[in-house]
């Protein structure tokens, strides 16, 4: 940053504070009518900027929900799958690995969103409920899924 900037930075600040009352986010003086960009009180120097007051993570959480899931149930899977295959009982039937393939398909998936939040955080509150809802949705299915295989392999209803 150039020293005319850097002035006018302060400048701002300076008049943002005056007949304000603003606790300083370290020691929570009252900046109140400052005339140097410097806490009186515990001396950190100040700067005027732009946050997000309460940033909200309860769409992306639960978005991200059933992906860790799935990859806590895929690799839980693994353990029955292994033990069939040893013991002599032959290798499991094609849709138990394909339930799996589909429970690490989501972990991974889970793991681009962990990668990608902001992008995931920047979208509006409603755009985010609809990825949310799709993500339930898509794992709801693949579930019901699961549960028709189950029933299809023990000879039907
Ligand atoms: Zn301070």
């Known amino acids: 940053m150039d020293e005319t900037a850097h002035q006018d930075d302060v400048t701002r600040l300076l008049e943002f504070l005056r007949d304000r009352d603003v606790p300083c986010p370290l020691c929570r003086y009252n900046l109140r009518d400052?005339?140097?960009?410097?806490?009186?009180?515990c001396r950190h120097e100040l700067l005027l900027t732009v946050g997000v007051t309460k940033p909200q993570f309860l769409w992306f959480l639960l978005a991200?929900?059933?992906?860790?899931?799935?990859?806590?149930?895929?690799?839980?899977?693994?353990?029955?799958?292994?033990?069939?295959?040893?013991?002599?009982?032959?290798i499991p039937e094609a849709p138990i690995f394909v339930l799996d393939a589909l429970g690490w398909l989501s972990f991974l998936g889970g793991l681009v969103l962990v990668r990608h939040r902001f992008a995931f955080l920047g979208q509006t509150p409603e755009r985010q409920r609809v990825y949310a809802a799709a993500v339930w949705a898509s794992h709801l299915l693949a579930f019901l899924a699961f549960l028709a295989t189950i029933l299809f392999l023990s000879g039907g209803p």
Do not use: D, R
């Open 34 to 41: 400052l005339t140097q960009p410097q806490c009186p009180e």
């Open 64 to 90: 991200v929900a059933p992906c860790a899931f799935a990859g806590i149930a895929a690799a839980l899977l693994l353990i029955p799958m292994t033990v069939q295959t040893l013991s002599g009982g032959g």
